[in-house]
Nanobody
C-alpha cells in the first residue's frame, strides 16, 4: 500500500521559513494523483492547506497561506514539498501529508484516504 513520510518540521521565529517534505512510496501510488498538506492546531479541526496534482502540477491553496506557502513536486523522488515563508504564530500546528485521487481546490480531508504521520511546526519567538 501507499506510504507517506512527512518531515521538516521544527521551531521557527515569526517571519521565518521552513520546508516540509512528503516522500511517497508503495504500490498504488500511480493511482493517487493528489498529494495534500493538512494541519491541525491544538483544539481545532484538521484543515486543508494546499495540494498538488502529481501529473499536471496544478495546485491549490487555502486563503490563509496564499502568497506565503508554495507546494511543489519532484516526481523522480516521489516527493512533494511545502515551502513555508513568512511564518506566523497561527501557522503553529501538526502538519500532515495525505494522498488522494485528485487535487481540485483546497484539499478536503474526506477526499484523501492515505495519511502520513504528522510533523510539528511551531512558530514562536
Amino acid at each position: 500500500e501507499v506510504q507517506l513520510q512527512a518531515s521538516g518540521g521544527g521551531l521557527v521565529q515569526p517571519g521565518g521559513s521552513l520546508r516540509l517534505s512528503c516522500a511517497a512510496s508503495g504500490p498504488g501510488l500511480d493511482y493517487k494523483f493528489g498529494i495534500g498538506w493538512f494541519r491541525q492546531a491544538p483544539g481545532k479541526e484538521r484543515e486543508g492547506v494546499s495540494c498538488i496534482h502529481r501529473t499536471d502540477g496544478s495546485t491549490a491553496y487555502a486563503d490563509s497561506v496564499k502568497g506565503r506557502f508554495t507546494i511543489s513536486r519532484d516526481n523522480a523522488k516521489n516527493t512533494v514539498y511545502l515551502q513555508m515563508n513568512n511564518l506566523k504564530p497561527e501557522d503553529t500546528a501538526v502538519y500532515y501529508c495525505a494522498a488522494g485521487i485528485y487535487c481540485i481546490g483546497v484539499p478536503d480531508i474526506n477526499e484523501y484516504d492515505i495519511w502520513g504521520q504528522g510533523t510539528q511546526v511551531t512558530v514562536s519567538s
